[in-house]
């Protein structure tokens, strides 16, 4: 017991064997693996011989721990030459489709009275965008706000929070816990097959899944911890998605979050709750270290570079964080035909301050 002990203890503490670089190595082997290509018998024999022999001489020589590295970059090699290089994400489940149909018909049946309304909803929840105007499209790219059109972890977050608040008012007892974990998950499940399981996306839940098994486990939670988790299992359920420019985006803003956002909120000096200014600046240094990782990539892919981003992000996430939470309870009262007309009025109104400040914004 004592020697299990220490010996639990001893690969705790190894810092090779910590899930952070656990990810990396992985991720590194199916980088590797996408630029080698997995054609041709050398990359079976390299990674489906070469990675077993080495984890079990590893595993059999544990102070030789150097050896870990050449494992999980040979094991993630190995998962991208077995896997379908172009496959970044999987098909959508026909029920889940169906549904998924359902719920845009049904949203067509809420009494909005402008159409934007609608049309954005369904862009925000669907990712459905064929019924936005073509200048109001062009409205969001201008003011660097195409994200928003484009379903990623920031919608998926919204839901989390709006879920996350409701559930909490059922309190905190073990079965609660329990109950709400199942909702929790289950309808970021349901969320995520819906609208695609496209790779942003999909990094989305397993941060919601991750964080949340941890809190019903009592187990401490750590940012850095749960972006390699995360990394670690998409690759490995879904190599091809490394090619995917969502899922490069998504994890590169989460690593500006979880490397730069720390220091940059440090800097202000002010620690009350209801200072604005505090919230302003914890705004614009999330918004900051997003772009410092992104911006880049962005640039090297498309050539352009959203200059107005802080003023946008500013301004347009808590819009639309405001527009989706209205909108997910007028649909859920009107579901139940329980729901007050100025619920409808108040998605109308948020629609349209939405669209007027990036009217504004990409007017400068």
């Known amino acids: 017991m004592w020697q299990n002990a220490n010996l639990i203890k001893k690969w705790e503490h190894n810092k090779l064997l910590c899930i952070e670089n656990a990810s990396i190595f992985f991720a590194f082997g199916v980088v590797a693996g996408a630029v080698l290509g997995p054609e041709g018998p050398w990359a079976y024999l390299l990674s489906g011989i070469c990675a077993p022999l080495l984890a079990f001489s590893a595993f059999l020589a544990s102070r030789k ?21 172009g496959s970044a994400g999987g098909e959508i489940p026909a029920s889940i489709q169906r549904a998924g149909e359902s719920l845009g018909r049904f949203m067509d049946t809420v009494p909005f009275r402008k159409s934007i309304t609608g049309a954005l909803l369904k862009a925000f929840l669907q990712g ?94 750590s940012l850095s911890r749960t972006l390699c988790t995360a990394l670690l299992v998409q690759l490995a359920l879904s190599p091809g998605s490394i090619s995917s420019v969502g899922f490069q985006l998504s994890y590169l803003a989460i690593a500006g979050i ?21 919230y302003l600046w914890k705004t614009s240094a999330l918004s900051i270290s997003c772009q410092i990782f992104t ?42 035909g329980i729901c007050p007309a100025f619920l409808c009025e108040g998605c109308d109104a948020a629609s349209s301050a939405l669209v007027f400040s990036l009217e504004v914004v990409s007017s400068l």
């Open 65 to 85: 721990a150097a050896i870990i590295p050449a494992v999980f970059a040979l094991c993630g090699f190995f998962v991208f030459c077995i896997h379908s290089p």
């Open 295 to 336: 911006a880049p990539l962005c640039y090297w892919l498309f050539g352009t570079f959203p200059v107005h981003f802080m003023l946008t992000n500013l301004i347009a996430i808590p819009l639309t964080t405001l527009f989706m939470a209205v909108g997910i309870c007028t649909l859920v009262l009107w579901a139940a």
């Open 128 to 221: 459905s965008r064929r019924e936005l105007p073509r200048e109001t499209v062009a409205v969001f790219r201008k003011a660097g706000a195409s994200h928003l059109l484009a379903l990623s972890g920031l919608h998926m977050g919204i839901i989390y929070m709006i879920m996350d608040r409701i559930t909490g008012l059922a309190g905190k007892s073990p079965g609660m816990k329990r109950v709400r974990y199942a909702l929790v998950v289950g309808c970021s499940l349901f969320f995520t097959l819906m609208t695609g399981a496209s790779p942003s996306i999909v990094r989305a839940f397993l941060f919601i899944l991750v964080r949340e098994t941890a809190k019903l486990l009592c187990r401490p939670q």
């Open 258 to 278: 979880t490397l730069v956002f720390p220091v940059l909120d440090g800097w202000y000096p002010g620690y009350g709750k209801s200072d604005p200014l505090r």
